[in-house]
T-cell receptor
Framework: DGGITQSPKYLFRKEGQNVTLSCEQN?????MYWYRQDPGQGLRLIYY???????QKGDIAEGYSVSREKKESFPLTVTSAQKNPTAFYLC????????????FGAGSRLTVL | DQQVKQNSPSLSVQEGRISILNCDYT??????FLWYKKYPAEGPTFLIS?????DKNEDGRFTVFLNKSAKHLSLHIVPSQPGDSAVYFC????????????FGKGTTLSVSS
């Protein structure tokens, strides 16, 4: 079945540590995205990539980094510079349809201890 | 400044009745509007979309209405079912496919039996 796989589902991190969240898709989509969800805040865009080896900052990119070396993969690194990293992280992808429907993964919950 | 606003954080409806979720936007360049449904600790799932050149789109129990002059759209669910209880996000897209969606903060719908 085609879809988006995010791992790990739950992750705990000590303050000062970097952590990388994995996102893999087998939908043959060109564009991939990372959003963050906080209670009452909706979904806020961190980074997105429209093509391999290219990506753009979203509204809340500070403290995060990404890479897009393969079409199928778009990992997100949460660095120690991110002030409030505890959140639910969502990866998505889209093809080149007019409505730009995003398909989301199941999410990763990061908790900083 | 929020470009997509969902001003009602929550809505409670009885089973069998109509649920109406509202969304306002500020950017007249948006060309597609989408609704997503989200359960806790899961990724959002796409429900229905509407092009800015239409004023209504229907898919089973779900209908989206767009009023461009008022920069307002609404999602109608008829009849509402307990399984519809979830957070509903309104999202908007501007420009080419592969551009990130802009989401509202969501409305939590509770359908009681």
């Amino acid at each position: 079945d085609g879809g988006i796989t995010q791992s790990p589902k739950y992750l705990f991190r000590k303050e000062g540590q970097n952590v990388t969240l994995s996102c893999e898709q087998n939908l043959n989509h060109d564009a991939m995205y990372w959003y963050r969800q906080d209670p009452g805040q909706g979904l806020r865009l961190i980074y997105y990539s429209q093509i391999v080896n290219d990506f753009q900052k979203g509204d809340i990119a500070e403290g995060y980094s990404v890479s897009r070396e393969k079409k199928e993969s778009f990992p997100l690194t949460v660095t120690s510079a991110q002030k409030n990293p505890t959140a639910f992280y969502l990866c998505a992808s889209s093809g080149w349809s007019g409505a730009n429907v995003l398909t989301f993964g199941a999410g990763s919950r990061l908790t900083v201890l | 400044d929020q470009q997509v606003k969902q001003n009602s954080p929550s809505l409670s409806v009885q089973e069998g009745r109509i649920s109406i979720l509202n969304c306002d936007y500020t950017n007249s360049m948006f060309d597609y509007f989408l609704w997503y449904k989200k359960y806790p600790a899961e990724g959002p799932t796409f429900l229905i979309s509407i092009s800015s050149i239409k004023d209504k789109n229907e898919d089973g129990r779900f209908t989206v209405f767009l009023n461009k002059s008022a920069k307002h759209l609404s999602l109608h669910i008829v009849p509402s079912q307990p399984g519809d209880s979830a957070v509903y996000f309104c999202a908007a897209s501007a420009g080419q496919a592969g551009t990130a969606l802009i989401f509202g903060k969501g409305t939590t719908l509770s359908v009681s039996s």
